[in-house]
């Protein structure tokens, strides 16, 4: 993964207000390429499994509710300085802190119920994408 490609949630509050094509159009707008993508919902189990680094925190189990909820897109971006660069697209995990234009300023409701996951370093971006893609589903 060295630094070109990251990993990406449209998480469910997003999915349900019809938010997905026009962050996917941000997205690609930013010089992002799709290098897979999936539509799927997560099990209460798998939402533990995928967000364990946070077991044991005070906001862990409605994290956890809320991304097994409803549906998500789950999908691996590619761009020069991906994490970085998907990082600042996204803004800050609280909306109301989040620079104008970003795509959680602009369809996040609030910080739990925040409407994209974007990958910390490029280490979680692998360990990230593994988990939802084999390589048979990459491009």
Do not use: C, W
Not at 105 to 132: P, Q, R, T, W
């Amino acid at each position: 993964m060295s630094g070109n490609q990251t990993f990406t949630i449209i998480k469910p509050i997003a999915v349900k207000n019809n938010f997905t094509g026009p962050i996917l159009k941000m997205i690609n707008e930013a010089g992002f390429k799709i290098k897979a993508m999936k539509f799927t919902h997560l099990t209460k189990q798998q939402a533990m499994e995928f967000y364990s680094v946070h077991a044991g925190k005070y906001f862990y189990e409605e994290l956890t509710s809320f991304m097994s909820s409803g549906p998500i897109v789950a999908a691996i971006l590619e761009k020069d300085n991906a994490v970085a660069d998907y990082r600042k697209l996204i803004g800050a995990t609280d909306p109301a802190k989040a620079e104008e234009g970003t795509i959680r300023k602009l369809y996040a409701e609030s910080m739990s119920h925040n409407a994209v996951h974007g990958s910390d370093s490029d280490e979680n971006a692998a360990i990230e994408s593994d988990f939802f893609f084999s390589k048979m589903e990459r491009y």
